[in-house]
């Protein structure tokens, strides 16, 4: 009979949710921004045969509260796996999870066997025009409580894309993903609560990435993610980029067949 382990691991003052499943070599996925632990649904099914799946809910979104303290996502990740007996996996982050699987390979290489970085992020959005006008919305919209409408924004921008009508996409997916952001809006943010940033970060210390690392971004999302793929393709010696064509923030949930099969293939390569 097959075993899901889920369960509720203490981090300093946190219950972080996570779920752990099948055996092999393990793999842990980190959620984007917009999302939370259930947006690898499909990849918690299809590769726990061959492997050990592991995702979690990083501390503000889904089943995990952020509590008053000072604390770094990386750390979290790290905790889970002690907790888990897992000395060495392969991260698959996506978007802000991407980040958090950057910083995780430079403070403890020694716990990365590979990494998978989705339409990546390195902390740097402010940089966008683009991305700084949508977070003024969102700010709007949130303060004057509007959370369906903050909701919205990020399903416009992130999952539609820059160029496409909200009707061209998969209308589960999008649907998923304005649960999940939803659910993060409303979870609560306590006085108190500060996140301990790698120093330096991970922007200017690509170069100390030594594992196999693929990159896979949307051909149609936001320009300024499309340009921070092409620069971890440069900064990460032997690394390699896939564009999953017509595809915006979230190519995972638009195409999973596709998207799993590259995964699937950069698991055997050498």
């Not at 996502?73 to 978007?95: Q, W």
């Not at 700084?132 to 969102?138: G, I, L």
Request: charged share 25%.
């Amino acid at each position: 009979m097959e075993t899901v382990l889920a369960m509720l691991i203490t981090v300093s003052g946190a219950s972080v949710w996570a779920e752990s499943a099948g055996s092999g070599p393990p793999i842990v996925f980190l959620h984007a921004g917009v999302a939370d632990s259930r947006m690898w649904d499909a990849e918690f099914s299809a590769f726990k045969a061959t492997h050990r799946v592991v995702r979690l809910d990083l501390r503000g979104f889904g089943k995990t509260q952020l509590v008053a303290e000072k604390f770094s996502y990386h750390g979290d990740v790290i905790a889970v796996m002690d907790s888990l007996h897992i000395d060495r996996a392969t991260l698959v982050g996506c978007s802000f999870g991407s980040n958090v699987a950057l910083d995780v390979a430079l403070a403890h290489p020694e716990r990365v066997e590979r990494l998978v970085l989705i339409s990546p992020s390195i902390g740097d959005g402010g940089d966008s025009p683009d991305i700084r006008a949508f977070v003024e919305r969102e700010e709007a919209a949130l303060g004057r409580g509007d959370l369906d409408a903050a909701t919205e924004e990020n399903l416009r921008f992130w999952v539609d894309g820059p160029h496409r009508a909200p009707g061209a996409v998969n209308q589960a997916a999008r649907n998923l993903v304005g649960v999940m952001q939803r659910l993060a809006f409303e979870n609560p943010t306590p006085d108190g609560v500060k996140l301990d940033r790698l120093v330096p970060p991970a922007r200017v210390r690509l170069g100390e990435i030594k594992v196999p690392t693929l990159i896979v971004a949307g051909s149609i999302d936001v320009p300024h993610v499309l340009a921070v793929a092409g620069r971890l393709k440069e900064g990460i010696a032997g690394s390699r980029l896939e564009m999953i064509e017509g595809t915006a923030h979230l190519p995972t949930l638009e195409v999973p067949t596709k998207w799993q099969a590259l995964l699937a293939e950069f698991l055997k390569s050498k």
